[in-house]
T-cell receptor
Framework: DAGVIQSPRHEVTEMGQEVTLRCKPI?????LFWYRQTMMRGLELLIY????????DSGMPEDRFSAKMPNASFSTLKIQPSEPRDSAVYFC?????????????FGPGTRLTVL | SQKIEQNSEALNIQEGKTATLTCNYT??????LQWYRQDPGRGPVFLLL?????KEKRKERLKVTFDTTLKQSLFHITASQPADSATYLC????????????FGKGTHLIIQP
C-alpha cells in the first residue's frame, strides 16, 4: 500500500491567498484526521471525518479554515484567506475504524509557509 | 480537555543503555495511551498502545508502562541504538466523548555512539 498521500509537500504563498491542501487516505480506512504541527503548540487535531462525515471540527482555529471529504479516497483542507500565523506542517492521518483506539497512519505532511 | 506533559529538553543517551521517556497527563484518566515516533520531515509513526487495565506492554526492545494513579506513562528503549534517535510523542484520547487524539509535544531522543 502507498500509505497516506498528501500534496503538495511544500507550499509557499503570500498572505491573503487561498491555500488548498490535499489528502488521499489509505484504501479501506474509514476515518480521516487533519492535524497541524508547530514548535510552539505541537501536534493539534483540527478535524476528523468518519465515513466521509465530519464528526468533530472543534479544533479548526477559525472560519478561514474549512475541510471537505467528498468521497472515501479524498479530502481537502482549505485556508482562505491565509495569514502568516498559519505557517506550520499540516498532517493528514487515516485509521481503519472509528474510534481513536485504532492505529493512525500519518502522511508525510505539507509544509506551509505564508509570507 | 486533556493536557499532556513530556520533557521538552533533548535526552542524550549512550548507545547500549536504556532510554526512558516520561509522559504525564492531567485531568481525567484515559482508557488508553499511545506512543508514536517522529523523524525529521516525516509524519508520526505508531509504536505501541497500552490500555488502562494493562500495567505494561512490550514490543521487541520497547516497553511501555501505564500508571493511572500517578497519571504517568513511561516509555523504555533497551539496548538503544543511534537509529533510535528521533522525537517520541505520547498521545491520549481527546476526551469529552469525542474521538481523536491529543498529543504531547514530544521528547527528542539522541543516542550517541
Amino acid at each position: 500500500d502507498a500509505g497516506v498521500i498528501q500534496s503538495p509537500r511544500h507550499e509557499v504563498t503570500e498572505m491573503g491567498q487561498e491555500v488548498t491542501l490535499r489528502c488521499k487516505p489509505i484504501s479501506g480506512h474509514n476515518s480521516l484526521f487533519w492535524y497541524r504541527q508547530t514548535m510552539m503548540r505541537g501536534l493539534e487535531l483540527l478535524i476528523y471525518f468518519n465515513n466521509n462525515v465530519p464528526i468533530d471540527d472543534s479544533g479548526m482555529p477559525e472560519d478561514r479554515f474549512s475541510a471537505k471529504m467528498p468521497n472515501a479516497s479524498f479530502s481537502t483542507l482549505k485556508i482562505q484567506p491565509s495569514e502568516p500565523r498559519d505557517s506550520a506542517v499540516y498532517f493528514c492521518a487515516s485509521s481503519k475504524k472509528q474510534g481513536s483506539t485504532d492505529t493512525q497512519y500519518f502522511g508525510p505532511g505539507t509544509r506551509l509557509t505564508v509570507l | 480537555s486533556q493536557k499532556i506533559e513530556q520533557n521538552s529538553e533533548a535526552l542524550n543517551i549512550q548507545e547500549g543503555k536504556t532510554a526512558t521517556l516520561t509522559c504525564n497527563y492531567t485531568n481525567y484518566s484515559p482508557a488508553y495511551l499511545q506512543w508514536y515516533r517522529q523523524d525529521p520531515g516525516r509524519g508520526p509513526v505508531f509504536l505501541l498502545l497500552i490500555r488502562e487495565n494493562e500495567k505494561e506492554k512490550r514490543k521487541e526492545r520497547l516497553k511501555v508502562t501505564f500508571d493511572t494513579t500517578l497519571k504517568q506513562s513511561l516509555f523504555h528503549i533497551t539496548a538503544s541504538q543511534p537509529a533510535d534517535s528521533a522525537t517520541y510523542l505520547c498521545a491520549l484520547e481527546k476526551g469529552g466523548g469525542a474521538d481523536g487524539l491529543t498529543f504531547g509535544k514530544g521528547t527528542h531522543l539522541i543516542i550517541q555512539p
